[in-house]
């Protein structure tokens, strides 16, 4: 008896007791002692919610940005006249690029000319008008 693996006949199928893995009971006795931790610091409150991670990190988002906004310092006349005066200034704000990086302006304006390329073929096909071409 000690040599046979034990079993049983259900509906006429056997089965056999064979021993689970130790990988997977590895798995499953890590799986419950994960949630049973988990469940326990969410219930004293030790470990935030998605809810609450997710305000810390947008008020540290805002604290970041507002001690960059103090370090820039505030705009003056003097600052403005320094800037007027700088040609790469002027033609950065007079193209609206003054806030993007040069690889996002360089985008920006790969795509406006894709747009103007699209308009034109557009209306060289007849503009949607039923075929119509309209002269000026």
């Given at each position: 008896?000690?040599?046979?693996?034990?079993?049983?006949?259900?509906?006429?199928?056997?089965?056999?007791?064979?021993?689970?893995?130790?990988?997977?009971?590895?798995?499953?006795?890590?799986?419950?002692?994960?949630?049973?931790?988990?469940?326990?610091?969410?219930?004293?409150?030790?470990?935030?919610?998605?809810?609450?991670?997710?305000a810390?990190?947008?008020?540290?988002?805002?604290?970041?940005?507002?001690?960059?906004?103090?370090?820039?310092?505030?705009?003056?006349?003097?600052?403005?006249?320094?800037?007027?005066?700088?040609?790469?200034?002027?033609?950065?704000?007079?193209?609206?690029?003054?806030?993007?990086?040069?690889?996002?302006?360089?985008?920006?304006q790969?795509?406006?000319?894709?747009?103007?390329?699209?308009?034109?073929?557009?209306?060289?096909?007849?503009?949607?008008?039923?075929?119509?071409?309209f002269?000026?």
């Open positions: 008896m000690s040599g046979e693996k034990k079993h049983h006949v259900y509906d006429d199928i056997v089965e056999h007791d064979n021993k689970l893995p130790l990988w997977w009971q590895l798995t499953l006795y890590g799986t419950v002692l994960f949630g049973l931790v988990y469940w326990y610091g969410r219930r004293m409150e030790a470990i935030p919610s998605p809810a609450q991670a997710y810390a990190e947008v008020a540290a988002d805002r604290a970041a940005a507002a001690e960059r906004a103090r370090a820039r310092g505030t705009v003056d006349d003097s600052m403005l006249s320094t800037l007027a005066k700088d040609p790469a200034s002027v033609a950065r704000g007079r193209d609206g690029y003054a806030l993007m990086s040069p690889r996002l302006a360089q985008l920006r790969q795509r406006l000319c894709r747009l103007q390329v699209g308009a034109l073929e557009f209306q060289r096909e007849g503009g949607g008008h039923g075929g119509r071409r002269s000026r």
